[in-house]
Nanobody
Framework: QVQLVESGGGLVQAGGSLRLSCVAS????????MGWYRQAPGKERELVAT???????TLTDSVKGRYNISRDNGKNSVYLQMNSLKPEDTGVYYC???????????WGQGTQVTVSS
């Protein structure tokens, strides 16, 4: 069992920046993928960014050039740096870790991000 705790959400004006953090309760070892998802009001949850154990990253098209995902394996943490924020970035952001070949999947409780115009 792995617990994930997100922090760093809040209110920010359009054009501003925010940095989300997610800390795992246990060592995130082996071949795994950590990521961030978000769910806007009235919309389905969507994948925002992923980063593998060795640092390979993906970003969804709507955030490319504005967001960056990183991780610190020694601290069992993953981060999401969000720049040039837009109102449409508003939503609940969730941290995730999965081991694809073990069928293990864990989620954080989510942190609210609100971007005002």
């Amino acid at each position: 069992q792995v617990q994930l705790v997100e922090s760093g959400g809040g209110l920010v004006q359009a054009g501003g920046s925010l940095r989300l953090s997610c800390v795992a309760s246990k060592n995130i070892g082996g071949l795994n993928i950590m990521g961030w998802y978000r769910q806007a009001p009235g919309k389905e949850r969507e994948l925002v960014a992923t980063i593998t154990s060795i640092g390979s990253t993906t970003l969804t098209d709507s955030v490319k050039g504005r967001y960056n995902i990183s991780r610190d394996n020694g601290k069992n943490s993953v981060y999401l740096q969000m720049n040039s924020l837009k109102p449409e970035d508003t939503g609940v952001y969730y941290c995730n870790v999965r081991w694809p070949f073990r069928s293990d999947d864990y989620w954080g409780q989510g942190t609210q991000v609100t971007v005002s115009s």
